[in-house]
């Protein structure tokens, strides 16, 4: 069952009812303000920080859900309704919610008067636009009331929820003719403020949410709006909100626009305007200044053409033409658009992530980067040092960090021991997109200390080394706290049967060992030997070699486990994924790494794991972790065994790691299975079942529940997750083949057999590629020729050109 549908031509998602098995969100603002925004008008905003400067106020976990979001209630005669449907809940004679690339739309009616909403946030701004217009589509004219209404939260999301002795206290606003300035300050005093404008004279307004709602009023029927009668209320202390009441009139056929304005403003530090003027009083310049800008309708439209414009621009870099219309769609649109927004938030803002919990973390950025590389390569590199300075001098790193203060945080510490390993394949990704070795001299500090920094090589020689320097008793690589499965603790364990659990140190016990970790080293060890080659490095060149060899050869020896690669081994140096477990015997993650390293590839390992994968993990709607699930507690795997069979890591289809066997099958050249695998989790080809999914079907989730789950199919924790990055790689460099390289563009295409062939544009430094790709005997992978510009090369990589600007490439598949 579908809620709504793809508009392409437009990057659209529209979705026809509210009422959707989930709030369907969108996110507005790509630089430092942020919102999020649900198909509802749920949803709130923030600068820069979704913890410290939060601007409007929302209820996780609520009852109704979504229920608190920038709420615009229209009110003719007895009947109160709201273009997003809620909160009013009324029925709507029509609606549309369109959630597009950096905007969302709403079209509603009701009784013959027509609401379109517009939110977004202007490229450049701190501020979102809600460009509401009303037309009355009737015979007769039509007088009505609107009242707009956002709750402002006291800027520290955390305080704001937790400490009422004091915030109870602390409220202060300011109303100067349309504009509402939310002015409390968060402790020390701060040069921020909020603003709350509409660009028409209004007939009332309030600002104090008791007032607005009545006493024990709700948001569904606010006693302002039920009463027509707004009580131009100043808030002290308690909540402030904002709310503008506007008596409109409109004659058969007439439509007016009103642009509303919700921003953060921030006067400069040297104006020495500390808190507020003497007068107790704000200074509003820069405000006033901003309120212009967006002033009109065209002035508005202007913003919201150049905010489409932008994102055209951005979404040109890949393009791809087939005969399949869902895959064009997800990686022209929504693959991209997705790993844009995790490039933004990270793992911090979402309906699954309250944005005060979680800083950006190390791993998962690495991560982001293979996704967004090719949009924003300049934001990439900053990004890839912003990262390394959070890294310890031993090239262990903090496992998160903060983003507003770029510094490690260290209530969650380190121990991760896969973190140094992302470094180096964050940091290729970005090389071979654009050949940029010159970050590699870049000083960069150790756990943000300047006097402790070396050049940025140097973070990628320890981070290397890490793992050379913490080997286990089978010469495997430490776990640590866990690798990239955060609930496989290996290093709790009871002395006793029975006892209570115990940990080492913050860094790792000496036995536990990951099979998975030693993948990653053989992949990315590869990326490193590269990099100290390019750099003339011979010797540390050779050395990495020896030991991925080595590597190699220890995870056949003590990583193979028959049919497939064992995920690890315990404090105790029992196996974990293991035919010889009574739970848990394959895991999903080492098929993927191992094969994606190649290891064992010509031994022929690497086909029979992903054959083993096939056949243990596999259900209709993704592959899951692990097989057979934990059916109780084990002290000694940790947080793994807490969850019920078939959710989150027990054997739940994780969709951040269902792609990389997607890439692990183009290694072995099954390019049937590989877009099986795709296609399974893709949310363009299982919109159809929405209703089951339950999530955006424009976005990936992080997990669905596995088979063993009483709601097998089921999605949770939607937007944040390394799973975009991941399938848009598979997708766009291993399925489609289109792959940066250190010495030029690949194509290697492994794609099912039924396909053609396909059109692709690739944007690669400074060159456009117009590539042309034919699957004449239906082959799954294999390049017989190509082509440049119409003469004949070895290989499949592109030579990189000079002096041209344009390239064609034509490949026939064989
Ligand atoms: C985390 C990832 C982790 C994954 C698996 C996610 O919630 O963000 O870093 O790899 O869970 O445990």
Redesign the pocket.
């Known amino acids: 069952m579908k809620f709504g549908y793809f508009d392409d031509a437009n990057k659209e998602y529209v979705i026809t009812s509210p009422k959707t098995p989930l709030p369907w969100i969108n996110y507005l603002g790509s630089e430092n303000f942020f919102s999020l925004i649900s198909n509802t008008c749920g949803g709130y905003s923030f600068y820069k920080d979704a913890k410290l400067l939060r601007l409007t106020r929302y209820r996780y976990n609520n009852v109704p859900f979504d229920s608190n979001g920038h709420y615009y209630y229209i009110k003719e005669g007895d009947t109160i309704w709201n273009p997003g449907w809620m909160p009013t809940k009324t029925d709507l004679d029509a609606y549309e919610c369109h959630h597009g690339m950096g905007y969302s739309t709403f079209r509603s009616s009701k009784n013959d008067l027509q609401a379109e909403l517009t939110a977004f946030v202007p490229v450049g701004k701190n501020c979102e636009i809600n460009q509401l217009t009303l037309t009355n589509n009737s015979k007769e004219t039509k007088d009505f009331s609107v009242f707009s209404y956002v709750e402002f939260c006291l800027w520290n999301a955390m305080d704001d929820m937790t400490n009422f002795q004091r915030n109870f206290s602390t409220g202060e606003v300011e109303v100067h003719g349309s504009a509402i300035y939310h002015k409390t300050e968060y402790r020390e005093r701060r040069n921020h403020y909020a603003l709350y404008a509409v660009n028409a004279p209004v007939d009332g307004f309030d600002t104090d949410r008791d007032s607005f709602l009545g006493a024990y009023g709700e948001n569904s029927a606010p006693e302002v709006v039920v009463s027509d009668q707004s009580k131009n209320s100043i808030a002290s202390g308690w909540a402030p909100v904002g709310s503008h009441h506007l008596k409109v009139s409109l004659a058969p056929g007439e439509s007016k626009t009103f642009v509303f304005i919700l921003a953060y403003i921030e006067n400069p530090v040297e104006e020495k305007w500390i808190g507020r003027a003497e007068d107790g009083k704000i200074n509003r310049t820069r405000a006033e200044a901003l309120m212009k800008e967006f002033d009109t309708k065209e002035k508005s439209e202007a913003a919201l053409a150049e905010l489409k414009k932008y994102w055209d621009e951005l979404l040109s870099h890949f393009t791809v033409s087939s005969s399949e219309e869902k895959l064009d769609r997800m990686v022209n649109i929504w693959h991209q658009y997705q790993c844009m927004v995790t490039f933004n938030m990270s793992?911090s803002a979402s309906y699954f992530e309250s944005g005060i919990g979680?800083g950006m973390?190390f791993?998962?950025s690495c991560?982001d980067l293979l996704g967004f590389v090719h949009l924003i390569p300049d934001r990439a590199r900053e990004r890839i040092l912003d990262i390394a300075a959070t890294q310890f001098e031993d090239g262990s790193a903090y496992h998160q960090y903060q983003p507003l203060t770029k510094k490690g945080n260290s209530d969650i510490g380190s121990g991760?021991n896969d973190d140094p390993l992302w470094l180096i394949a964050g940091t290729a990704a970005y090389i071979k997109e654009t050949g940029d070795y010159t970050i590699l001299d870049e000083k960069t500090p150790y756990d943000s200390d300047p006097s402790k920094a070396t050049d940025f090589m140097e973070h990628l020689r320890r981070s290397f080394h890490y793992t050379i320097d913490h080997l286990g008793p089978h010469k495997l690589p430490l776990i640590g706290r866990?690798?990239?499965?955060?609930?496989?603790n290996l290093n709790c364990f009871s002395t006793e049967p029975g006892e209570s659990f115990q940990t080492f140190g913050p860094s790792e016990g000496p036995n536990a060992e990951s099979v998975f970790i030693a993948g990653m080293f053989v992949r990315y060890g590869k990326d490193y030997v590269e990099i100290c080659r390019h750099r003339g490095l011979e010797d540390e060149a050779k050395l990495a070699e020896n030991a991925i060899a080595e590597m190699e050869k220890t995870v056949l020896d003590a990583g193979w486990d028959g049919e497939w690669f064992l995920r690890a081994y315990d404090h105790y140096k029992n196996k974990i994924g293991s035919k010889e477990c009574e739970d848990g015997k394959i895991f999903i993650e080492p098929q993927g790494f191992c094969v994606m390293a190649e290891i064992g590839l010509k031994e022929g390992n690497c086909l029979k794991a992903m054959e083993s994968v096939e056949k243990y993990l596999d259900t209709k709607y993704g592959i899951v972790l692990l097989q057979p699930p934990y059916h109780r507690y084990h002290v000694e795997l940790g947080e793994i065994s807490s969850y019920p069979p078939g959710y989150?890591?027990n054997a739940g289809i994780?969709c951040?790691n269902n792609p990389w066997i997607s890439i692990a099958e183009t290694v072995v050249g099954r390019g049937n299975r590989a877009w099986q695998v795709y296609t399974r989790t893709c949310p363009a080809y299982i919109e159809d079942i929405s209703e089951i999914h339950r999530t955006e079907p424009y976005v990936y989730s992080?997990m669905i529940a596995g088979k063993d789950a009483p709601n097998f199919g089921e999605a949770k924790?939607s937007w944040?997750?390394?799973t975009a990055a991941w399938t848009f790689l598979d997708v766009s460099q291993y399925i489609l083949g289109i792959r940066p390289d250190y010495d030029g563009l690949t194509v290697d295409p492994c794609i099912p057999s039924t396909l053609d062939g396909f059109e692709a544009k690739r944007d690669f430094r400074g060159v456009t590629y117009h590539i042309s790709v034919r699957n004449p005997k239906h082959v799954e992978k294999g390049v017989a020729s190509m082509t440049v510009d119409g003469i004949a090369v070895d290989g499949n990589t592109i030579p990189l050109p000079t002096g041209k600007t344009e390239v064609s490439v034509e490949v026939v598949m064989g």
Not at 482 to 488: E, P, T, V
């Open positions: 793992r979680r973390g791993r998962d991560q991760f866990a690798d990239w499965n955060d609930c496989l989150k890591e994780f951040h992080q924790n944040l997750t390394g």
